[in-house]
């Protein structure tokens, strides 16, 4: 069964460093997004992707952070400068079609900023 | 308050016994979507719900949307150990994009 590939799975920085995060979503999905998890708190969206270009950033989403499809199978979250808050999961997630809203999630990628 | 209140936050259940999970929106309900997460791993789509009085299965867990309510249930019916996680309920805000999340309800099962 198609599944969405995130890695690393645990990355460790510091803070002030930039990182990148890799997701190969489902091949033959047209919409990507970025979900982060704060340690026991909710999942939030961060930002969609359509078409090549952001369709929807949340207020999370600041200058800091910027997505990329380099490929037809990448799709990447950087993270500029990171802050020890930005230490969360965070999990890809696609979808195929404008029809039904069903996101397939990665099995995330663990941030932590020291 | 919340966008997506999830009740209870937390259940233990015997093995065998049945539970429901409610999810609550403050905001109409375009789609309502369950997911299961284990601890520290990603989200596995369960079902989605989109029209008021809908009913889905997927072997023991249904899950019913009640649009005039703006709520959704789910329930597992002779819970097994494997059904232990967090559940998650989401909903879609209208344009088909972005997902927002409850709290999540953890579900232990004793066996």
């Known amino acids: 069964e198609p599944e969405v590939t995130q890695t690393p799975s645990h990355q460790v920085t510091q803070m002030g460093q930039e990182v990148i995060l890799r997701c190969v979503p489902i091949?033959?999905?047209?919409?990507f997004y970025w979900y982060r998890q704060i340690l026991g708190q909710k999942v939030e969206f961060l930002v969609s992707?359509?078409?090549?270009?952001?369709?929807?950033k949340s207020e999370i989403f600041d200058d800091q952070f910027s997505v990329e499809r380099p490929d037809g199978s990448n799709f990447t979250l950087k993270i500029r400068s990171t802050k020890l808050e930005d230490s969360a999961m965070y999990f890809c997630?696609?979808?195929?079609?404008?029809?039904?809203?069903?996101?397939?999630f990665g099995a995330g990628t663990r941030l932590s900023v020291l | 308050s919340q966008e997506l209140e999830q009740s209870p936050q937390s259940l233990i259940v015997q093995e065998g016994k049945n539970l429901t999970i409610n999810c609550t929106s403050s905001?109409?309900?375009?789609?309502l979507y369950w997911y299961k997460q284990k601890y520290g791993e990603g989200l596995i789509f369960l079902m989605m719900?989109?029209?008021?009085?809908e009913e889905k299965s997927h072997e023991k867990i249904t899950a019913k949307l009640d649009e005039k309510k703006q709520q959704s249930s789910l329930h597992i019916t002779a819970s097994q150990p494997s059904h232990a996680g967090i559940y998650l309920c989401?909903?879609?805000?209208?344009?088909?994009?972005?997902?927002?999340f409850g709290a999540g309800t953890i579900l232990r099962v004793k066996s």
């Open positions: 997630a696609s979808r195929r079609t404008v029809a039904k809203n069903i996101q397939y």
């Open positions: 091949s033959n999905h047209l919409y």
């Open positions: 992707f359509y078409n090549n270009e952001i369709s929807e």
């Open positions: 905001k109409t309900l375009y789609g």
């Open positions: 719900l989109q029209k008021g009085g």
């Open positions: 989401g909903a879609d805000r209208g344009y088909g994009n972005k997902l927002v």
